[in-house]
């Protein structure tokens, strides 16, 4: 079965970037799809079809998606931003998901 | 605006049946698909099932011989059966809004369903 991996934790400083990988084999042929969930929350969609951000989504946050390797760009990541994020892809018709990476913003 | 409420018992005995529904309000439930997501507790997520207003559905083979999915057009309501729990099956349970370029755009706040005798 397909499998997406993301890193347990990613620390970020205020104001710097954090990067968030997911990776699948050959995801890059796939749409990839970022869900943040803060504690005690439902997630939200940050980002669809690898690259594209829902409106009241701020343009901090980008992605992209290439070869094996799906990326959540944080820019001037903020207090706010500390969460959970999932990364998601479809692959024969189930929707997978990553183990989910928390970003604590130090 | 969208909103989704699931609702149903917070604790089922272990080999018993989890019924859980979800109330769709603010929005039709047609041309959409209908999602069921779990999220055992301090873990990810775990998609569990869709299903489109037509009724057609899709499961998570990992699940599929234990599950039924069904919606209810007239009351906006789709349900979630799931027989046979464990306690593996513990976990907080959402509905979502699946669009057609496959996003969950629209979460319930999520139900937290325990198995325990």
């Known amino acids: 079965s397909y499998e997406l991996t993301q890193p347990p934790s990613v620390s970020v400083s205020p104001g710097q970037t954090a990067s968030i990988t997911c990776s699948g084999d050959?995801?890059?042929?796939?749409?990839a799809y970022w869900y943040q969930q803060r504690p005690g929350q439902s997630p939200v969609l940050v980002i669809y079809?690898?690259?594209k951000r829902p409106s009241g989504i701020p343009e901090r946050f980008s992605g992209s998606n290439s070869g094996n390797t799906a990326t959540l760009t944080i820019s001037g990541t903020q207090a706010l931003d500390e969460a959970d994020y999932f990364c998601q892809a479809w692959d024969s018709s189930t929707a997978i998901f990553g183990g989910g990476t928390k970003l604590t913003v130090l | 605006q969208v909103q989704l409420q699931e609702s149903g018992p917070g604790l089922v005995k272990p080999s018993q049946t989890l019924s859980l529904t979800c109330t769709v309000s603010?929005?039709?439930?047609?041309?959409?698909?209908w999602t069921w997501i779990r999220q055992p507790p301090g873990k990810g997520l775990e998609w569990i099932a869709y299903?489109?207003?037509?009724?057609?559905?899709n499961y998570n083979p990992s699940l599929k011989s234990r599950v039924t999915i069904s919606v209810d057009t007239s009351k906006n309501q789709f349900s979630l059966k799931l027989n046979s729990v464990t306690a593996a099956d513990t976990a907080v349970y959402y509905c979502a809004r699946c669009t057609s370029s496959y996003y969950f755009d629209y979460w319930g706040p999520g139900t937290l369903v325990t198995v325990s005798s």
């Open positions: 603010g929005g039709s439930i047609r041309n959409y698909y």
């Open positions: 299903i489109f207003h037509s009724g057609s559905t």
């Open positions: 079809q690898n690259t």
């Open positions: 050959k995801l890059g042929d796939k749409y």
